[in-house]
């Protein structure tokens, strides 16, 4: 049930854009064990001018090509289950459209089951 928001400089192929949404899911189905079919994302390309970051934090450098992957997830998965999504996604992101590992930011937001709603107005999982 990870719902998924991804954000990018304008510019990227609709191509390139597709690689991006498709490698993040493959990887919460081979990381988290998600089912194929709960893929809840949202896309936005932005200028680049409104993209605000460093040319380097924590001795990783950065380029305008850097793509934000933020997901927002129910808890409970083991920090090593984390680690191998960060991995899987950065690997399959920078492999598949050919940016630079480093540009591949991850954000993993947990919450709990009671705080989401897949429609209807009701809290499915509380």
Not at 11 to 34: D, M, P
Not at 85 to 102: D, H, M, N, R, T
């Amino acid at each position: 049930m990870p719902f998924v928001q991804i954000t990018l400089k304008t510019g990227y192929s609709e191509e390139a854009i597709k690689t991006i949404s498709n490698s993040v899911h493959s990887s919460l189905v081979n990381a988290f064990g998600i089912p194929v079919n709960d893929k809840f994302q949202t896309i936005r390309e932005i200028d680049k001018s409104h993209l605000v970051f460093p040319d380097s934090y924590m001795e990783i450098p950065h380029s305008e090509r850097i793509v934000f992957i933020h997901i927002t997830a129910k808890e409970g998965r083991t920090t090593e289950m984390k680690k191998r999504l960060f991995s899987e996604i950065a690997l399959s992101v920078s492999g598949g459209i050919g940016i630079p590992i480093e540009d591949v930011f991850i954000v993993l937001v947990e919450n709990k089951a009671e705080n989401w709603s897949f429609g209807c107005g009701e809290a499915q999982l509380a």
